[in-house]
């Protein structure tokens, strides 16, 4: 049995274990990585750290102390205020509010798990508080990312038009934005219907003075906004901060929220000894350990011997079916952009035969590579799990990972019906 081969079994092993045994998925995986990393590949310790996402953790720790902060201060308390008031109290509008905002952060430049970071602690807090399905929040406040992630100002849309051009192939830039924009609002309307937002849209209109408080159960005049005391302005500050940090000066969105965080507990160190428990560091463990894992499966060419694989099938739609289908499993475990990068190239020698649309196949990459982001091991899904609030996390990580294997399973044959196969006519 080839070495790769062994990789993917044990991961399978990795699945089967954590779901049965309700042991952490993360510290198994760790286990694996030094296993197989060790005793299959021959790997030094040190090749297998390289592995460790030392950038994903400190977004998870410094994103969620950030808003633990702005939890335990109030801030959270405010912003959810005035977004009832934006809308009139219609709070079956506040999942597309968070769709739109998300989406329009990437369209204009933010690396989706920047705008991701920034709206989900927010968005989860609010479905928390009004009883919002949490599923239903965080994955429009995905989809809503990679619904504006194309976009050809876009950092997705750059590399991946970038990477095209580099390989000599035919692009078009409008095809790959309206094509994840399309896809991904269409998926969120499904969402939508199917966890109960046609229910939230028929309830009637809240006034103004019937919006309760989450927590003590109180009713508030929305008219009369939360007072905004100095922590509150503070926090509010330091998250207009972090934001012109990620999008204006490109800076790292974990550190920058780790850094406002330490400088709002130096103010004030008794929301900080609050907040500094709600970190969550099961969820952080989880996702560090399995893309440690991840990370040895392409070191020891786990994923490139997949690729090639399938580049060999002798039929070229058959061969663009299955590229997709693996843009979709491994971006649910790792960096979209990366394995997008890695894929495309590997489909330039059947394109270039021209059996096959080049728009169209990467057009359907691209949309099956994102659309997973939702998973709770991909950057995205760790956000939105990592913000819930007032709930199951066992069972909320649970839901991410059903509907994540469903969009694996279910996105790469329709987009590849949509938009490769018409290409052969």
Known sequence: MSAELISILVLVVVFVVATTRSINMGALAFAAAFGVGTLVAGMKTDDIFKGFPGSLFVVLVGVTFLFAIARANGTTDWLVHMAIRLVGGRIALMPWVMFAITGVLTAIGAVS???????????????????????????????????GGFSPISIYGTIVNGIVAKEGLPGNEIVLFLASLVVNLLISVVVF?????????????????????????????????????????????????????????????????????VLLSVVWPETSKQAITQIT????????????????????????????????????????????????????????????????????????????SAVGLIAALAVSATVVDVSPFSTNGALVLAGAQDIDRDKFFKQLMVYGGIMVAAAPPLVWLALVVPGIW
């Open 113 to 147: 798990p920047a705008a991701v970071a920034i709206v989900a602690p927010i968005a989860m807090g609010f479905a928390a508080k009004y009883r919002i399905s949490p599923l239903l929040m965080g994955v429009l406040v995905v989809h809503g990312a990679q619904a």
């Open 193 to 261: 219907v199917v966890c109960g937002g046609m229910k939230l849209a028929r309830q009637p209109v809240q006034t103004p003075a019937l919006v309760h408080a989450g927590g003590g159960g109180s009713v508030e005049d929305v008219d009369e906004p939360i007072t905004l005391t100095a922590p509150r302005l503070a926090t509010l500050a330091g998250l207009v901060a972090l934001v012109v940090a990620a999008l204006v000066f490109d800076l790292d969105v974990g550190l920058a929220a780790i850094t406002v965080a």
């Open 281 to 356: 560091w099961p969820t952080v463990l989880l996702i560090c350990g399995i893309l440690t894992y991840v990370a040895v499966l392409q070191t020891m060419g786990t994923i490139k011997w997949a690729g090639d694989s399938v580049a060999g099938v002798g039929a070229p739609l058959l061969a663009a079916l299955l590229i997709c289908y693996i843009g979709a499993i491994v971006s649910a475990f790792a960096s979209s952009v990366g394995i997008m990068g890695a894929l495309i190239p590997l489909a330039v020698p059947f394109l270039l035969q021209g059996d096959v």
